[in-house]
């Protein structure tokens, strides 16, 4: 294999290139970003960006290491479609050819069909936190379309920088689709206590200049309103060349598409969740980044067990770090310990553990995810203690 | 600026100019050192910039941070006593000079 190109230079893509160096490749690397400038991570941009506006930590790596590792970086250029007889990508009037195409295209901001939509803000990429920190100069009544993590440490931010907050959410409860009722309601008290207002269960129908609307009919004013309603995989790309595509680009527990010659990483991926084997999507920087090691390990002969990484993630909220250890269903239930700590089951099985500013109990279960299934019966007779079972 | 210098596990030195302020993780990230990943861009949730303080410079570096223990418990190489979290190690004047040795294993 000589010639292997990224579409996608986000924190996905950039590793794969990084990867694919450490194992010993030894052709060519092309990665190809739609954004300008160099690689840079996200998680900072709702955190710690947002107060301090340091841009120069967010880049990932210097210009020097492209260089020193011979990374073709081809920055602000879309690609517009891959020819996969051929094995080459198209971008505006260049070409580019692949022995092996790796898609890390991620997602982009979902934007509901309601009224007004378009003038909300974002925050996704750089130039969007640069806007919102920009707006966050004087005094600001913020509304936040979406209880979702960049919604909520966005409002965390803003109100500790003494805005004004409130927070519209959709479904009935905070960070439904990742956590618990009970780290949802522990954050809801959280943020309230802070003086944000946070609007449940209520969907927000329009954004008008002087604010939002919500289904009850509740205005809220506001001077900023950011849409943090979730993403969408950027799947046009392969649904044209002909891949599967379901909520994501569909691959195998090797991260393969259906055809031999193209890998899919990160946010933009499904694939079979190593405990249940069920397809699944993430979009944290742990999926992304481990996605592209095995991608690397596969491509230079050096590993091809299937991915089986625990996934992991953390969001920070003013002072609490939520940190999550394992992957929970949507219907799994959950038991909370007296310290805050809770563990969720799928049926039988320990499929996550939440815990806020508890950084042991959190690598005790990371650790102890890898190994074989957590039982509740076990974990009960242990009194809840990760290090007991 | 100080001086900064990472000892790799192959025994290679690489000596280089960091900015005060900036963080023992970042630098090496800046200064394309290889043996620091950094993974969660120093918000201690990932190991992955572990180093070892080198034994004259473990009083100047002072004692880990709340959690950093915890961190550490799942770094991919051997934790010794003079274990950091590199992301942890903010540079000031004092550490103009400072010395790390690598793990061979980040992840
Ligand atoms: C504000 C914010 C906070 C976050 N906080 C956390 C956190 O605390 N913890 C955590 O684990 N994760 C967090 N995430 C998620 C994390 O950043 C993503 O999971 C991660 O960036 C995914 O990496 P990726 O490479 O799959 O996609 P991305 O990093 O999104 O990169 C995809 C890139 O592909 C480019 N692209 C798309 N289509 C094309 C095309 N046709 N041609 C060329 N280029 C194209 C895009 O422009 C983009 O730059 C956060 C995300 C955001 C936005
Ligand atoms: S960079 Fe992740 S813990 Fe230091």
């Known amino acids: ?182 780290t949802s309601a522990r954050f809801l008290a959280m943020h309230r206590d802070m003086g944000t207002r946070v609007h449940l269960g209520d969907p927000v129908c329009e954004v008008r200049e002087d604010g939002i609307s919500l289904a009850s009919g509740t205005r809220i004013e506001a001077d900023l309103v950011l849409m943090a309603a979730g993403v969408i995989p950027n799947t046009e790309l392969a649904t044209a060349a002909g891949l599967a595509v379901d909520n994501g680009v569909v691959v195998d527990a090797q991260l393969l598409t259906t055809d031999p010659a193209i890998s899919v990483l990160g946010d933009c991926a499904v694939f079979p969740d190593p405990a249940t084997g069920r397809p699944v999507r993430l979009e944290s920087v742990q999926a992304a980044t481990d996605h592209a090691r095995l991608i690397s390990k596969r491509l230079t002969g050096k590993a091809d067990a299937p991915y089986a990484a625990v996934p992991w993630f953390w969001s920070d909220q003013a002072d609490c770090k939520l940190q999550i250890a394992g992957l929970a269903g949507a219907g799994d239930c959950s038991v909370t310990r007296e310290d805050g700590a809770t563990f969720r089951f799928a049926g039988e099985r320990l499929s996550a553990v939440e815990t806020v500013n508890d950084a042991r109990t959190h690598m005790q279960s990371r650790k102890r995810l890898a190994g074989a299934p957590v039982l509740r019966s076990a974990l009960e007779a242990a009194g809840f203690d990760m290090a007991g079972v | 600026m100080v001086k900064v210098t990472y000892v790799a596990a192959d025994g290679t030195r690489t000596e280089v100019d960091a900015a005060v302020g900036s963080n023992v993780m970042q630098t090496a990230l800046d200064n394309d050192v290889d043996g620091i990943v950094g993974e969660c861009g120093g918000a201690m949730m990932c190991a992955t910039c572990h180093c070892y303080v080198d034994e004259g410079w473990t009083e100047a570096t002072g004692t880990r941070r709340d959690g950093e223990d915890d961190m550490l418990d799942c770094a991919a190489d051997e934790v010794k006593p003079v274990s950091r979290l590199s992301c942890q190690i903010k540079l000031t004047e004092e550490l103009d000079g400072l010395v790390v040795h690598l793990p061979e294993e980040q992840v």
């Not at chain 1, 930590?57 to 996969?84: C, M, N, Y």
Request: charged share 25%; hydrophobic share 45%; glycine share 10%.
């Open chain 1, 1 to 182: 294999m000589r010639d292997v190109v990224i579409i996608g230079a986000g924190q996905g893509g950039l590793q794969a290139a990084m990867s694919l160096r450490q194992d010993g490749f030894e052709g060519t690397i092309t990665l190809i970003g739609a954004e300008p400038g160099l690689p840079y991570q996200r998680p900072p941009l709702s955190k710690a960006y947002l107060k301090s506006g340091d841009a120069g930590a967010l880049q990932l790596r210097p210009e020097s290491f492209f260089e020193s590792k011979q990374i073709t970086l081809v920055e602000g250029t879309w690609v517009d479609s891959i020819d996969r007889e051929a094995r080459r990508v198209h971008a505006a009037d260049r070409v580019f050819s692949y022995d092996h195409l790796i898609l890390a295209t991620g997602t982009r901001n979902l934007r509901p069909p309601i009224p007004g939509a378009e003038l909300a803000l974002d925050l996704r990429t750089r130039e969007d936190a640069a806007r919102l920190r920009a707006a966050l100069d004087r005094p600001m009544r913020c509304a936040v379309i979406g209880g979702g993590f960049i919604g909520l440490e966005f409002a965390a931010v803003a109100r500790a920088l003494g805005h004004e907050v409130t927070v519209a959410e959709a479904a009935p409860r905070l960070m439904a689709r990742a956590v618990s009722p009970e």
